[in-house]
């Protein structure tokens, strides 16, 4: 590593594909209170918390591997004597002496802390300014005025930053965190209204022959057109998500096995008829399961896979309902 790149004002970090970090320098190490030999040939999420494993498995990994580059990624390092140290991330696969390793650049998010921290002292520059005198009258609604902008821009940024975090990137669908917490709320309408409701889980078949024959770019077409096709034609109620790869679940409230099983059959027809980006006919299959009593987040969602499995084993494009 080049002595520029080792000192520069950013923090640079390389790890295969295994984990493995091979490349660190020395803002980086500096930052989190390293030295070398402590980073250096150890796994990536020694340096992260529980939460922040889970984020690089559900968004980092997926999305590296099918877009070769991910971009403002919010995550949080742990610094050598345990503290948090926020950070913004961006990284992309590259190939190094003809071995493939993922390098990541990293900024602190200190300025958006020193940021937050001029609005609560401007806040309790206000309560001060009511117990002076007249004279502080005119400066009293000058900060006023500044600090609501400031509300009001923190507010529009964290928003962002939650849309951000619950969005695919590629789809525009929302992502597995946010269907995480809709499946909650799903189980408990059922565990205290009893009100049933159904998961498709579905991919696109063969799709790996797509990326080998049409390249990626035709591949990530085909998602964005899979999408688009099942917003189209979800009801108003149902929540369609991206969950990873050529992974979609849709979440159908309120809905039985019969009708559940219909509506799939539904989305399946709809993709085998459409015009695609490849010029040939595209099928997917289709896993079903509606919740029963002894049904948890996890036993509903294995329920639905194992439906798509067999689907996938009768010959795909086809719609199979999970039978308990």
């Not at 006919?281 to 969602?301: K, P, Q, R, Y």
Request: charged share 20%.
């Amino acid at each position: 590593m080049n002595n520029r790149l080792n000192h520069a004002p950013c923090g640079f970090l390389s790890f295969n594909h295994e984990g493995t970090i091979v490349e660190v320098n020395q803002t980086f190490l500096q930052w989190l209170g390293y030295e070398q030999a402590n980073v250096l040939n150890k796994h990536i999420e020694t340096l992260l918390s529980i939460p922040n494993k889970l984020i690089f498995h559900s968004y980092f990994y997926p999305n590296i591997n099918l877009h070769k580059h991910v971009e403002e990624l919010f995550i949080s390092l742990k610094h050598q004597d345990g503290r948090s140290i926020p950070c913004l991330m961006n990284a992309k696969l590259s190939i190094a002496n003809g071995i493939e390793q993922i390098d990541c650049i990293f900024m602190q998010m200190k300025k958006r802390i020193d940021y937050e921290q001029e609005l609560r002292l401007a806040k309790k520059q206000i309560e001060t300014a009511y117990f002076e005198k007249e004279q502080a009258l005119a400066k009293l609604e000058q900060l006023h005025i500044a600090i609501e902008q400031k509300q009001e821009e923190l507010l529009q940024m964290n928003a962002s930053l939650v849309e951000l975090s619950m969005t695919d990137k590629l789809t525009g669908l929302k992502n597995r965190r946010f269907f995480q917490e809709r499946l909650a709320e799903q189980f408990q309408l059922f565990n205290t209204h009893a009100q049933l409701f159904s998961l498709c889980i579905l991919d696109i078949d063969y799709f790996k022959k797509v990326n080998d024959v049409f390249g990626h770019q035709i591949g990530d077409d085909v998602l964005v057109q899979l999408a688009q096709l099942l917003q189209q034609h979800v009801r108003l109620q149902d929540i369609p998500i991206r969950y990873g790869g050529e992974e979609f679940i849709v979440i159908l409230p309120n809905t039985n096995i019969a009708e559940a099983k219909a509506l799939a059959e539904h989305f399946r027809q709809a993709v085998e008829i459409a015009q695609w980006p490849t010029g040939q006919t595209l099928t997917i299959s289709i896993g079903v399961a509606t919740v029963m009593t002894t049904d948890d987040e996890n036993t509903l969602l294995k329920n639905a896979d194992d439906a798509l499995y067999t689907s996938k084993e009768h010959g795909r494009n086809r719609v199979t309902h999970y039978q308990g």
